[in-house]
Structures are given as C-alpha cells and as structure tokens.
C-alpha cells in the first residue's frame, strides 16, 4: 500500500555526492576554441549550442552516400570513404534531401583536443530521434560508435540514415549532441534509490502523487525502470506512415501531423505493433531529473520482448522539474521512440520498455532545462519533432 498524500518539492535537491560528474554549460562553455573546437573551414562552436549538460553538434556541407556503415579503427575515415562512397551531395544553401533506407557519411563542423581526464559521448537530439533518423558519431581510430576515448583528438563523423521518412537537411542542422564526463558520473542503484527518497523522481499519470519505493523498479546496475503509457490517452501512440513527402528537419511547424503519421488507438490499453513499423508512445509514469543530475535512457533488454527503443535518448538537468511548492502537476512523461522486430508484437498499458541511468553533474547548470527557450520538451506528453505542428495532435 502506499500513501495518498501529495508530494511537495523540497527547497532544494541534497547535493551530489564525490565521484564522477558530467560537465554543465559553464563548463562546456569554458571549454569552447580548446577542448572542443571549430573543424578546419567551420565557423567557431557558440554558446547557442550548449544545454544544461550537453553540446549540440552541427552538420557541414557534404553529405556522402555510403554502401555501408564502418568503425574506423585501422583504417581513417577518408580511406573507408574512398572504397564505400557512391556520390556526394551539397548541404550548402537550402541542402539536399538524405532517401529513406540509405546511409550517409557528414563530417561535423566540431573537433575535439580533449585533455586527458575527459571523455565524450555522443547521442541523437530529441527531434532527431522522433523523426526516426538514425545516427551515430565516430571518431577516428576508435572502434566504438558515439564515443570519444579520455584525450581523444581529432575530427567528428555522423552517420545518417533516415528509416521512416525522406529527410531534407542542410549544412549547421543538429542532429547529434555531446556530453563530456570525468570519471564514472553513473549512479549506483543505493544512490539512486537514496535520490528517489529524498526528491522522488518519477509521479503517476495524474502528477500528483510520488510513486512510492516500491513502485519504482531499480535494478542492480542502477537502472530506473518506465512504463509504457496506454491508458486514457486517445490516441494511445503514433505510426510512421509510408510513402510520406519529404520531412523538412530544420522548419519548426512545417508539417501536419496526419501527413505523416497514423493515430495508433489501444482498446482496454492494448495495441499489436507491426514488425518493421515505427512508433512513438509517452511513458506512463511521469519523470523529473533534479537540476544537480542528467540521465540517459537506455535501450530495452531485449529478453522482455521482440521490439527496440531505437535512440538513446538525454536528458538535461531539470527535464521535468518545476521550481516550489504548488505546481498543478509534477514531472513530465517520456517520449518512447519503438520499433517491432520479426514478429507482430503485443503490448499493453504499465509493460516495461526502458530504463533510465542517472549522472552526477558538476552542479546546477546556469540554466536548467527549457529555462528562457521558447520551444522545448519540458511540457511534452505524446509530443512528436519540432516540424511537426503543436495542436494537430489531439
């Protein structure tokens, strides 16, 4: 059983305890024109592209088309591109248009000269993601995607392959963003339980109510547990279309939701998701990151099911977090990015889909997030990308 009081934010969040941290704005700011820098002909990185924990990352001006995808571990980037190249296309001026179902290779506008003690990681935005664009990064000599080893130096390659719909993207587009650590930031599951207790981070559907210990699965490793969200909302989710016109990445409100996707309806909470399909759903539960942690939601074990969280999703410091006492409601749902593999698959309303991992930064960010940014997340609940228009969905 639990109680049926309503939970009221504490004055502040307890600070973060020693160990690992990620790095937030002033940081990633200080760093600009050193650690991470313009590559050779791009113009200089600027603190528009900084979040509370993360730097985006911006496209430049050729895109390559490629036969396949590589790790660039013995080989360097531009040997791989002289043997799978199969055209190039200019991202110059009002950019080209990247097929659904093939792969592209775009240098980015960033490099990296980092000390010795940092580490990046690299991830797709939001909107990225919800466009169903696949990417990851790649650094050279490594043989890890979206991950740059302590003291890496050298340039920064994205990936590109757009699954559900054709894609217009131009040079300065972000569809990649950097985060960059000290140490292990990674909470462990006493820690995260300890946070919970003190600043309970997730709230059911209503955003009234702290979900108690017991209702918050954490496992061993440290992973808070979500809940896909089919209950009492109409429509439950939405599909992909096929066969859709060209997506305009960059033009917020450029599109009408119907153009592009089906309303996926869950009668008694439930829905078959087609093999191959695309889809986006809303977590039942609704999150909050305290302003002094990030998190990362993680992909989900796949001994739970026949489908894939396709992205990695970030989220900044304050995603979900309003400030004082007396907000209507607390935390903010996550948006669930899915696809069926091999077979038709069921799912129904409170089945597990992700876990989230909590990170330690280096303290509250200047600004937390969403704070003085028009458009944003912050107050999403079944919110498809930015070019999409706000009010189409029901």
Known sequence: ???????????????????????????????????????????????????????????????????????????????????????????????????????????????????????????????????????????????????????????????????????????????????????????SAHELRALHASTPLCFDASGTRALAADEVPIDEEGGLALCVGLAGRDPAGWRAGAHTDVVEFAREGAHAVHDFWEPVHARNGRSILEPGSFYIFASRERLRVPPEYAAEMLPVDVGIGELRNNYAGFFDNGFGWREGAGEARLGTPAVLEVRAHDVPFLVEDGQVFCRLRFFRTGGRPQRVYGEGRAQSYQDQDLTLARCFRRGDEP
Not at 18 to 29: I, N, S, Y
Not at 159 to 168: D, G, H, Q, T, Y
């Open 1 to 187: 059983m639990h109680s049926g009081l309503l939970y009221c934010a504490p004055a502040m969040t307890p600070p973060p305890p020693p160990g690992g941290q990620l790095l937030v704005d002033r940081e990633l700011e200080a760093l600009l024109g050193t650690a991470l820098r313009a590559a050779p002909g791009a113009q200089a990185p600027t603190r528009a592209q900084i979040s509370p924990a993360s730097v985006d990352l911006r496209l430049s001006g050729v895109a390559w088309r490629i036969r396949a995808g590589f790790l660039p571990a013995a080989t360097s980037v531009e040997s791989r591109l002289a043997e799978l190249a199969l055209g190039k296309l200019s991202l110059e001026g009002e950019g080209a248009v990247l097929e659904r179902g093939c792969a592209y290779l775009v240098a980015l506008e960033e490099e990296l000269a980092l000390p010795a003690d940092l580490r990046g990681r690299f991830n797709p935005r939001s909107s990225t993601g919800r466009c169903d664009i696949f990417t990851r990064v790649l650094c050279e000599g490594h043989a890890r995607f979206d991950e740059a080893p302590p003291g890496y130096r050298g340039r920064l390659w994205i990936e590109i392959a757009p699954l559900s719909f054709p894609v217009r993207l131009k040079r300065g587009d972000r569809l990649a963003q950097l985060r960059l650590a000290r140490g292990n930031a990674a909470l």
